[in-house]
């Protein structure tokens, strides 16, 4: 059952012990029983002018709003929500930068200013704030609902975050080092496959989305899925299998489609991967279809061409449709009559449809252009 319980902390009692590891990037304080930055977080830090505005808000002895802390089986605590507001405060106790002082201050002074350089009265309100801190306990699962029902404020969590925060491991770790540390080889290697951030956990995602598919793993939608992958694998010792699945996965793409372009970028490799990785396929001629449809004027969504040359799914391309000028254009010569059935409808009730398709050579022009009633289209579609 979670257990949520509200305490104040001062500041001078997290301050104590801070430390920064450059090489792990950890982040602790409180004399070593709060970390700060848990393996699952991203590698985030405020701006100057958001780093200043907390400290702005401290000194002025206004509300900073309210933190989240996680109660580990040993006691210790590691900060779910307030991480980048933490390391504001640590690092202007630990005189590691300065700001220009709100105008409560007693002593005024011209240039950015370091805490050693405040009056004591004002060291003293400093170290003396207290910050309002949520403290949770509870199962993984309880952590994951409470987790994301408080997600609500600052920089969001995003849902791969809140995994990693409940179901965090050694092999975890590990995967984070492939896919979600600053200049990791995913990022390296395959950014300009890859969609979205890295640093918000958008690769690791990916890859366990894409890898639980290629092992059949059941779950409720794609987060579900994740979430069993990630309990399935949790007890690995690395993450080795997962960062040789992902190599295998570009290197069937560099085979199969070997003149990269833009429109490759966000394709969902691992799917497409996990189904015709044992095809045999011609490259040659994979590359004269993928340079017609990229010219092809029909093709609105590039990125749904090799998922076409593979599928011959045209719903992937979201081919061109008429414009309304064009179908209000040809209901008029039509006068309302469906060329198909003959009856007459409103032009609500009615669908532009290609005479000649597209894959048979067809445009989206109007002299290529019929008015057919719904049923009439919906039928004509599926023969």
């Known amino acids: 059952m979670m257990q949520v319980e509200l305490k104040k902390y001062r500041i001078e009692e997290i301050t104590n012990g801070f430390s920064e590891d450059d090489n792990s990037s950890q982040v602790i304080a409180m004399g070593g029983k709060l970390d700060i930055r848990p393996k699952y977080q991203r590698e985030y830090v405020y701006d100057d002018e958001k780093r200043d505005k907390v400290i702005d808000t401290v000194l002025r002895g206004l509300p900073l709003g309210v933190m989240y802390f996680v109660e580990r089986d040993d006691g210790s605590l590691e900060v779910l929500d307030g991480q980048q507001r933490l390391i504001s405060i640590c690092r202007y106790a630990d005189n590691q930068f300065g700001i220009k002082l709100p105008d409560n201050i007693v002593h005024q002074i011209k240039s950015e200013a370091v805490f050693n350089i405040l009056h004591d009265g004002d060291k003293e309100k400093f170290n003396n704030y207290e910050i309002n801190v949520y403290i949770c306990k509870g199962t993984y699962k309880d952590k994951i609902d409470w987790f994301e029902t408080i997600n609500i404020a600052g920089e969001k969590l995003e849902q791969q975050e809140i995994l990693n ?26 950014s300009r496959y890859m969609k979205g951030n890295y640093i918000r956990q958008d690769y690791l995602a990916t890859a366990f989305a894409w890898a639980a598919d290629n092992e059949d793993i059941e779950g409720k939608g794609r987060r579900g899925k994740i979430e069993n992958y990630m309990q399935k694998h949790r007890k ?19 085979k199969a489609f070997r003149n990269y372009d833009e429109s490759m970028k966000g394709v969902e490799w691992g799917y497409l991967y996990n189904v015709h990785k044992d ?6 001629l994979l590359a004269k279809e993928v340079k017609n449809l990229l010219e092809d004027s029909e093709v609105t969504n590039k990125h749904g061409i090799y998922e076409y040359l593979l599928t011959n799914k045209e719903r992937v391309l979201n081919l061109r449709g008429f414009s309304i ?18 009856k007459h409808f409103e032009l609500k009730d009615m669908e532009a449809d290609h005479i000649t398709p597209w894959h048979e050579g067809g445009r989206t022009t109007l002299d290529n252009c019929q008015m057919l009633c719904k ?6 579609g599926g023969r």
């Open 165 to 190: 925060a409940v179901l965090h491991s050694k092999w975890l770790d590990d995967a984070k080092t492939y896919f979600s540390k600053r200049n990791c080889p995913a990022h390296r290697v395959y």
């Open 236 to 254: 690995d010792q690395n993450a080795k299998e997962l960062w040789s699945y992902f190599e295998s996965v570009f290197s069937w793409v560099k």
């Open 279 to 284: 095809e045999l396929l011609d490259p040659d």
């Open 325 to 342: 000028q064009d179908k209000t254009t040809q209901y008029s010569k039509q006068k309302g009559i469906c060329t198909i059935c003959g």
């Open 375 to 380: 049923k009439c289209n919906r039928e004509k």
